[in-house]
């Protein structure tokens, strides 16, 4: 079975034009958290580094919440409405005066998942909050950081064209 891979940039993550072997290096975990680390937050204007107030589950079926300090203090939202498909909007950031729905496992999405890997590398708690499930994780807030992490990796693996692990 052949999946899309992506196409290594100096940039974000482009879903590549030719198929490419299920086991390529190209669409495995590593290889887009190692890409995504390298991405800067210049689109969404966060200056790093990050605190994290807070990152909730919804009781509405799946969305998903996170809140940012930014080396600024300047506050930034975001919300993956209802469920893994839903939309992500920005509802808090520079120069936001309404909230702004961003493409689905695109640049914003990219470059977010590489701030949250960029604070979670630094966490005591890094391993679990890697993990693509389960974990030592009973604060709720860095259950929160996990569940944005996993819902993001998934996105961009769907953007990039690859396939979701069960």
């Not at 940012?68 to 939202?77: A, G």
């Not at 992500?88 to 520079?94: L, T």
């Not at 994780?137 to 569940?147: A, K, M």
Request: charged share 35%; net charge neutral.
């Amino acid at each position: 079975e052949l999946i899309t891979a992506f196409v290594v940039t100096t940039g974000h993550c482009e879903p590549a034009k030719e198929k490419l072997d299920k086991d390529s290096p190209a669409n495995s975990l590593e290889a887009r958290r190692a890409k995504c680390m390298k991405l800067d937050a210049k689109a969404l204007g966060i200056i790093e580094p990050v605190e994290v107030k807070e990152a909730w589950h919804l009781k509405d079926g799946g969305s998903l919440t996170l809140l940012l300090l930014d080396k600024n203090k300047t506050e930034h939202e975001f919300i993956i409405r209802r469920s893994a498909s839903g939309p992500m909007d920005i509802v808090k950031g520079p120069k936001l005066t309404e909230p702004k729905r961003v493409e689905f496992g695109g640049p914003e999405e990219q470059e977010l998942y590489g701030v949250l890997l960029r604070w979670a590398d630094k966490h005591p708690k890094k391993a679990d909050l890697l993990k693509k499930k389960g974990g030592d994780l009973t604060d709720e807030t860095l259950h929160g950081v996990q569940g944005m992490l996993i819902r993001l990796d998934n996105r961009i693996t769907i953007y990039l064209g690859g396939v979701v692990p069960e």
